[in-house]
């Protein structure tokens, strides 16, 4: 009887104790942040068959169906460029020049990984799409009620929201050293 | 060290041993069980299937860029090697990639890699003999690691304005099954 209890509870808490950590090391870091550049992340071997288990689970959870990092290269920030959650009541700046790559968008996601509903149907940023300063470079606003005059604007809903941030096709400098490339700064503006 | 003692670090490492065994299997059966489900989400097996442009209701697979129009064919190899024709876009960010059960990405084409109009991909499973094909087209064969995967187009909306043609350039892809080619003696 005794040992019947105890067999039972080694299984009951080992499962649970497994599992915790199954959904601790896949519920954070998005795609995998073996490689930071300011507040955006990725992994390198994301999408490729040499893809660790650990990162191919998180891809699985958070970016299922990703390509490989020649073909696009899919950054991800969950905090700002001071290290602070991102949160869609606060407004926030993204500045930046076109990185070297053939085509970019950035798209805000909510704690979900879906995008996030808003009445205005914005859900992204792209080279095509941004609105420009005189000298090329771009500020878009991300994030609180309404769209400041002159920028690109991002709702991102009321709560938790990360980026990503999508190269496609990218230079050999951004594919070979995503770490230490130019990429936009993101920069909290006010929060109510 | 008393009796009691060893007991307690006895159930303590079975304890351990337990979570190790769970977590790492549960890690290396999530990719697998994330894309079984996502295939059943995505629709018939062999047939493509055009989406519509991502919106905050779509919620096939996570992440979607609403800046992309997928063209989507979940496969399964079991009744024969897969054919998928496809036209290629030049105009703006085009590829077609092909996933395994696992979730790995085996392989991408883009448009810049593809300078012809069209192209052909026939999926067969290592050891699957593939059809006997003329050689009029551009065609690659791929192996595919797992007997179930999927092909997905990506094409970028450059411009909404010409959503409607490259939704029709989607609406020409196709894929199918198509019969192996007799064992030879």
Known sequence: MHVAVKIAGALVVGTALGLAATW???????MG????NGPWKTSLVVGSPQSDPYTRARVALH??????????IYFTAETDSDGAALNGTCRYEIDGRDPNTRWWSIT???SDDYLIPNPQNL???SQTSVLRQKDGSFRIAVGGTHAPADMSWIPAGSGP???TLRLYNPGPDVALDPEHVVLPTLKKVSCP | MNERAQDWIFWIAATILVAMIVHLGSIYLLPRVVMMRALERLGAANIMHVG????????AIVRPSPDILYATCPYDLSKGPLRVTTPVIHTSYWSVSAFDSNTDNFFVKNDQQTPAASLELVVVER???WPKLDNAVERVILFSPSEKGLILIRTVIDDDKHIPAIEASLHQARCETVASAPKLR
């Open chain 1, 24 to 30: 601790f090391v896949t519920g954070r870091g998005g």
């Open chain 1, 33 to 36: 942040d073996n490689v930071a």
């Open chain 1, 63 to 72: 970016g299922l169906l990703a390509l490989n990092r020649k073909e696009t």
């Open chain 1, 108 to 110: 805000a996601y909510g």
């Open chain 1, 123 to 125: 859900y992204s940023v």
């Open chain 1, 161 to 163: 929201f990360s980026l």
């Open chain 2, 52 to 59: 519509k442009r991502p919106t905050s209701a779509s919620h």
């Open chain 2, 127 to 129: 050891g699957q003999a």
